[in-house]
C-alpha cells in the first residue's frame, strides 16, 4: 500500500515537498516513481529512482525544478518541487515496480495547485 501526501495550493515560483510512504508486504530492490495527472490530460512520468539512489530520472518538464529521493529504512520516496509552475498542476501519484519501466503498484495521488 502506498500513501501519498504533501500536496497542496502554492503560487507560482513555490515550492512543495511531496511524500510517499510504502506500507505492507514490498518487493525486494524496487524502484519508486512519481507520475501526475492534469485534469482532462493523461498520466504521465515525472521522476523515478532506483533502490540505491544513485539512478534518478526525470521528465524534462521538471528536470532542474524537481528532486526525487527516497528513504528505504522509512520505504518512502519523496519529490521536492521547487520554482512551480501552473503548468505543474495536477494529481501527483507515487508507484513502485520492478524497473524503471514497469511500475505496478500504484498509491492514491495528491493533488498540488500551483496559482498564477
Known amino acids: 500500500q502506498l500513501q501519498a501526501c504533501g500536496g497542496g495550493l502554492v503560487q507560482a515560483g513555490g515550492s512543495l515537498r511531496l511524500s510517499c510512504a510504502a506500507s505492507?508486504?514490498?518487493?525486494?530492490?524496487?524502484?519508486m516513481g512519481w507520475f501526475r495527472q492534469a485534469p482532462g490530460k493523461e498520466r504521465t512520468f515525472v521522476a523515478g529512482?532506483?533502490?540505491?539512489?544513485?539512478?534518478?530520472t526525470y521528465a524534462e518538464s521538471v528536470k532542474g525544478r524537481f528532486t526525487i529521493s527516497r528513504d528505504n529504512a522509512k520505504n518512502t520516496v519523496y519529490l521536492q518541487m521547487n520554482s512551480l509552475k501552473p503548468e505543474d498542476t495536477a494529481v501527483y501519484l507515487c508507484?513502485?515496480?520492478?524497473?524503471?519501466?514497469?511500475?505496478?503498484?500504484w498509491g492514491q495521488g495528491t493533488l498540488v495547485t500551483v496559482s498564477s
Open positions: 508507484a513502485t515496480g520492478p524497473s524503471r519501466n514497469i511500475y505496478n503498484n
Open positions: 505492507g508486504r514490498t518487493p525486494s530492490r524496487y524502484f
Open positions: 529512482i532506483n533502490w540505491l539512489g544513485d539512478n534518478t
